[in-house]
């Protein structure tokens, strides 16, 4: 399924939530273009907690955060300074000081004096540089993921934590004052949402709870109180928290925050210890420690400072290990990496020992200078990806053959000369790509094939006792168009209640994984890979590999394909050659080919033609003087059948039988009958000439008659003609017989239809085989060629 494939509900639930950390992410980078180099006092409020927003008002003591008493001798309380950065006294103009007395988070309480000086850009990464890089590292994992797997429970769970967690992360330094309504209304009511949706995360992660299955609706619940968390936080902003509930808002919303993130941790803890599908205790296991290092911290922080003024500690110092949680997720969701333990394990060795450097280089150039912190940026964003990959070509040293490999795959199907050629080639590919211990490459019977063909490779043996249409798995993945993997079943929830039959299925194929062949946006076939020598699990990079091999398939397949209709068709055009002339053939072959052929009855013409003195001719020349002047009798007749289009049943020594009006429809079949047997008639008169010369005397006698037949082939493979079956040849035949030399015998009812044609009659002939006597007429030439010789 794609983005394209959701609802128009769905895809607008989609753009909204996409839309609201994208607000977000526009609101924090236009305060920091706004804030460039205007007077800036050297903190933030967030109520009466001070967080320091210049590296200086840091070194003067707000490092660390705590509670601000007063400000320039003003005392401050919770009741009037919540959600404010301004008070009375304050000075904002550049090159003024403000005297503020904190008690710092240690209970200790001191006098700090900070002067009033531009905001500048080390003042941006000093001050918000790892909540926007966490937010935006928020916004990525949500909208990858959802990219990735649209419209699943999971995918809108996440996307829903991601925006709106991304959202807050990036305003949560933004002054919240009348100065600036926009950034602090959003503010307000992102966090409103960002209480709750965590237990929309625990009923999601890490697989669907079956609550979330039975009761979907429990969704509108948990947004409904996070809409009536963000309205009592605007409420409370409104109106300077003067009214006694709402000055409990942000206690209320941080209880809902620590309820929720403990949700997702002792959801997480119970599927770690009792889950007996090991992918989900892993995934259980990677976001309970996110959960734990990553989210815990700000959660139980806010909830004392909220509701106990305990821990009045900088917010910086909590945006850190939300890194850590939001790692977790991505790794949750990035699932054919997380399978791969072992080679899981080294790679985050790796990383640790790497972001231990990057962390003791961070430290290093602290000490030196603040905001040579942002040095650190270039690692990130210009060294680690190549790092990346070569730890991958070192942990996976196959990968890097891929290339080759894939061109030695294209090579083998280029050279296989059939369907079951181009299947073997496939089967053998998990072996050769990602050493899988077999395959299984199949085209279904409705595929390009037009047959169910199965081909294994490494041992592997499908049982054939029914159609693999029928597999449940087979089924998904047509509908789907998009590879299974074998654990999928114990992780999604649409797998839940047919998780027995796709089991059965992928136990029949002998696999762990199913990737479908496509030709022309329809499944046409699959490829079913066995599991890998090495156990460990298939990654995204072998599955590109392996679909790439599946695409080279369907080329071949199309390319044997259309080699073995070219060449049927070559063998039905020759086989067409023999009864049909060109032109006839052609519209024949337009048509469909001989396959459309199919037995009919229909009124034809039938023309009988025979040599009269042959069997005494050839009983008195030599046998190569009667092939040539068969010969010569055959060319010049055939070339009449072609220019008239007429159907040759068969040649028999120095007789043959046409036939008009079939495969192609002729209305004027008796004519043209008629026409071809006179201008036959003239060029055996032409031959005469040469013939008598030599001593032959040999001439034609040739019988026409129209009726009713049943037309196609007969005869079995290999050895057919197209043929006429029916009375109509009979009396054709016995015309022919009848005709004297040079004359050409026709039926009334063949002459009933003739036009332009002159004739004379010779009365009712005696036939064999016929009852009746059967009156019959003798062509004697075309009316214009009467008038012209007259």
Same mark, same amino acid.
């Given at each position: 399924?794609?983005?394209?494939?959701?609802?128009?509900?769905?895809?607008?639930?989609?753009?909204?939530?996409?839309?609201?950390?994208?607000?977000?992410?526009?609101?924090?980078?236009?305060?920091?273009?706004?804030?460039?180099?205007?007077?800036?006092?050297?903190?933030?409020?967030?109520?009466?907690?001070?967080?320091?927003?210049?590296?200086?008002?840091?070194?003067?003591?707000?490092?660390?955060?705590?509670?601000?008493?007063?400000?320039?001798?003003?005392?401050?309380?919770?009741?009037?300074?919540?959600?404010?950065?301004?008070?009375?006294?304050?000075?904002?103009?550049?090159?003024?000081?403000?005297?503020?007395?904190?008690?710092?988070?240690?209970?200790?309480?001191?006098?700090?004096?900070?002067?009033?000086?531009?905001?500048?850009?080390?003042?941006?990464?000093?001050?918000?540089?790892?909540?926007?890089?966490?937010?935006?590292?928020?916004?990525?994992?949500?909208?990858?993921?959802?990219?990735?797997?649209?419209?699943?429970?999971?995918?809108?769970?996440?996307?829903?934590?991601?925006?709106?967690?991304?959202?807050?992360?990036?305003?949560?330094?933004?002054?919240?004052?009348?100065?600036?309504?926009?950034?602090?209304?959003?503010?307000?009511?992102?966090?409103?949402?960002?209480?709750?949706?965590?237990?929309?995360?625990?009923?999601?992660?890490?697989?669907?709870?079956?609550?979330?299955?039975?009761?979907?609706?429990?969704?509108?619940?948990?947004?409904?109180?996070?809409?009536?968390?963000?309205?009592?936080?605007?409420?409370?902003?409104?109106?300077?928290?003067?009214?006694?509930?709402?000055?409990?808002?942000?206690?209320?919303?941080?209880?809902?925050?620590?309820?929720?993130?403990?949700?997702?941790?002792?959801?997480?803890?119970?599927?770690?210890?009792?889950?007996?599908?090991?992918?989900?205790?892993?995934?259980?296991?990677?976001?309970?420690?996110?959960?734990?290092?990553?989210?815990?911290?700000?959660?139980?922080?806010?909830?004392?400072?909220?509701?106990?003024?305990?821990?009045?500690?900088?917010?910086?110092?909590?945006?850190?290990?939300?890194?850590?949680?939001?790692?977790?997720?991505?790794?949750?969701?990035?699932?054919?990496?997380?399978?791969?333990?072992?080679?899981?394990?080294?790679?985050?060795?790796?990383?640790?020992?790497?972001?231990?450097?990057?962390?003791?280089?961070?430290?290093?150039?602290?000490?030196? =200078?603040?905001?040579?912190?942002?040095?650190?940026?270039?690692?990130?964003?210009?060294?680690?990806?190549?790092?990346?990959?070569?730890?991958?070509?070192?942990?996976?040293?196959?990968?890097?053959?891929?290339?080759?490999?894939?061109?030695?795959?294209?090579?083998?199907?280029?050279?296989?000369?059939?369907?079951?050629?181009?299947?073997?080639?496939?089967?053998?590919?998990?072996?050769?790509?990602?050493?899988?211990?077999?395959?299984?490459?199949?085209?279904?019977?409705?595929?390009?094939?037009?047959?169910?063909?199965?081909?294994?490779?490494?041992?592997?043996?499908?049982?054939?006792?029914?159609?693999?249409?029928?597999?449940?798995?087979?089924?998904?993945?047509?509908?789907?168009?998009?590879?299974?993997?074998?654990?999928?079943?114990?992780?999604?929830?649409?797998?839940?209640?047919? =998780?027995?039959?796709?089991?059965?299925?992928?136990?029949?194929?002998?696999?762990?994984?199913?990737?479908?062949?496509?030709?022309?946006?329809?499944?046409?076939?699959?490829?079913?890979?066995?599991?890998?020598?090495?156990?460990?699990?298939?990654?995204?990079?072998?599955?590109?590999?392996?679909?790439?091999?599946?695409?080279?398939?369907?080329?071949?397949?199309?390319?044997?394909?259309?080699?073995?209709?070219?060449?049927?068709?070559?063998?039905?055009?020759?086989?067409?050659?023999?009864?049909?002339?060109?032109?006839?053939?052609?519209?024949?072959?337009?048509?469909?080919?001989?396959?459309?052929?199919?037995?009919?009855?229909?009124?034809?013409?039938?023309?009988?033609?025979?040599?009269?003195?042959?069997?005494?001719?050839?009983?008195?020349?030599?046998?190569?003087?009667?092939?040539?002047?068969?010969?010569?009798?055959?060319?010049?007749?055939?070339?009449?059948?072609?220019?008239?289009?007429?159907?040759?049943?068969?040649?028999?020594?120095?007789?043959?039988?046409?036939?008009?009006?079939?495969?192609?429809?002729?209305?004027?079949?008796?004519?043209?009958?008629?026409?071809?047997?006179?201008?036959?008639?003239?060029?055996?008169?032409?031959?005469?000439?040469?013939?008598? =010369?030599?001593?032959?005397?040999?001439?034609?006698?040739?019988?026409?008659?129209?009726?009713?037949?049943?037309?196609?082939?007969?005869?079995?493979?290999? =050895?057919?003609?197209?043929?006429?079956?029916?009375?109509?040849?009979?009396?054709?035949?016995?015309?022919?017989?009848?005709?004297?030399?040079?004359?050409?015998?026709?039926?009334?009812?063949?002459?009933?239809?003739?036009?332009?044609?002159?004739?004379?009659?010779?009365?009712?002939?005696?036939?064999?085989?016929?009852?009746?006597?059967?009156?019959?007429?003798?062509?004697?030439?075309?009316?214009?060629?009467?008038?012209?010789?007259?």
């Amino acid at each position: 399924m794609s983005l394209r494939d959701g609802t128009l509900g769905q895809r607008l639930r989609f753009a909204a939530l996409v839309a609201v950390g994208l607000l977000g992410l526009w609101l924090a980078v236009a305060d920091k273009f706004t804030r460039f180099g205007t007077p800036n006092v050297g903190w933030v409020l967030d109520g009466v907690y001070v967080s320091p927003t210049r590296h200086d008002a840091s070194e003067a003591g707000l490092r660390g955060g705590g509670r601000v008493l007063s400000i320039n001798g003003v005392a401050l309380d919770q009741a009037t300074m919540h959600g404010h950065t301004t008070g009375p006294g304050l000075h904002t103009e550049d090159g003024a000081s403000n005297t503020l007395r904190v008690r710092s988070p240690a209970g200790e309480e001191r006098e700090i004096t900070l002067p009033v000086k531009p905001w500048v850009w080390e003042d941006f990464v000093f001050t918000g540089g790892a909540s926007d890089l966490i937010g935006i590292l928020f916004l990525a994992v949500g909208v990858i993921t959802f990219a990735l797997r649209p419209y699943e429970p999971p995918s809108w769970a996440l996307l829903s934590l991601c925006s709106l967690a991304g959202g807050a992360l990036l305003t949560t330094l933004l002054p919240v004052d009348d100065a600036h309504p926009w950034a602090a209304q959003y503010f307000l009511v992102i966090v409103g949402f960002v209480a709750y949706v965590p237990i929309h995360t625990a009923l999601a992660f890490p697989v669907v709870h079956p609550l979330l299955v039975r009761r979907p609706r429990i969704l509108w619940l948990i947004y409904a109180v996070g809409a009536a968390q963000a309205a009592f936080n605007l409420i409370g902003w409104y109106t300077h928290y003067q009214l006694g509930i709402f000055a409990y808002t942000r206690t209320i919303g941080s209880t809902a925050m620590l309820i929720g993130i403990a949700a997702i941790i002792g959801r997480c803890l119970e599927l770690a210890m009792h889950t007996r599908d090991p992918l989900v205790a892993q995934r259980a296991r990677i976001l309970l420690a996110g959960s734990v290092l990553g989210t815990s911290p700000i959660a139980v922080v806010q909830f004392l400072r909220e509701g106990f003024g305990k821990l009045e500690i900088d917010n910086r110092f909590l945006f850190w290990p939300l890194g850590i949680f939001v790692l977790a997720l991505a790794r949750v969701t990035v699932r054919p990496a997380l399978m791969n333990a072992r080679v899981a394990v080294r790679k985050a060795i790796i990383y640790t020992a790497a972001v231990a450097i990057l962390t003791a280089a961070a430290m290093l150039l602290a000490s030196v =200078r603040p905001y040579a912190v942002s040095i650190l940026l270039f690692p990130l964003l210009y060294f680690w990806p190549r790092f990346e990959a070569r730890l991958d070509r070192r942990l996976y040293p196959q990968r890097t053959r891929f290339p080759a490999l894939l061109h030695e795959l294209g090579d083998d199907l280029g050279a296989a000369a059939s369907v079951a050629g181009v299947l073997d080639v496939l089967a053998s590919a998990p072996a050769r790509l990602c050493d899988a211990r077999g395959g299984v490459a199949f085209l279904l019977a409705d595929g390009i094939g037009g047959i169910e063909t199965v081909r294994g490779a490494g041992g592997v043996r499908v049982d054939p006792s029914r159609p693999l249409a029928d597999e449940l798995i087979i089924q998904l993945m047509r509908a789907t168009r998009r590879g299974i993997a074998r654990d999928q079943l114990a992780v999604e929830p649409q797998y839940a209640n047919i =998780r027995a039959e796709c089991e059965a299925g992928f136990d029949r194929l002998g696999a762990d994984l199913l990737l479908p062949l496509v030709s022309d946006q329809r499944v046409v076939g699959g490829l079913a890979v066995a599991e890998r020598a090495s156990g460990d699990p298939y990654e995204a990079a072998d599955i590109d590999a392996l679909d790439t091999a599946g695409q080279q398939t369907v080329q071949a397949l199309m390319r044997v394909g259309a080699t073995e209709r070219l060449r049927a068709r070559e063998r039905e055009f020759a086989d067409l050659k023999r009864y049909f002339p060109p032109q006839i053939i052609d519209q024949v072959m337009a048509r469909g080919g001989a396959a459309e052929l199919g037995s009919t009855r229909k009124l034809v013409t039938v023309l009988f033609a025979d040599l009269r003195g042959f069997t005494s001719f050839s009983d008195s020349v030599e046998p190569e003087e009667v092939i040539a002047t068969l010969d010569e009798y055959h060319t010049a007749m055939g070339a009449r059948i072609a220019e008239f289009e007429g159907t040759l049943e068969h040649f028999a020594g120095d007789g043959f039988m046409v036939f008009f009006n079939d495969p192609l429809d002729q209305p004027d079949h008796a004519e043209r009958a008629a026409r071809m047997a006179l201008a036959m008639r003239d060029d055996v008169e032409r031959l005469r000439l040469l013939w008598t =010369r030599k001593g032959y005397n040999i001439h034609v006698g040739m019988g026409i008659h129209s009726g009713y037949a049943t037309c196609g082939f007969i005869g079995y493979e290999g =050895r057919r003609d197209y043929a006429v079956i029916g009375n109509v040849t009979n009396l054709a035949a016995r015309l022919s017989d009848a005709a004297g030399p040079g004359e050409i015998l026709v039926s009334a009812r063949s002459y009933g239809e003739l036009r332009g044609v002159l004739a004379e009659p010779v009365g009712d002939l005696a036939l064999k085989g016929f009852h009746q006597p059967q009156p019959a007429l003798k062509l004697l030439a075309l009316a214009g060629a009467q008038r012209a010789s007259g």
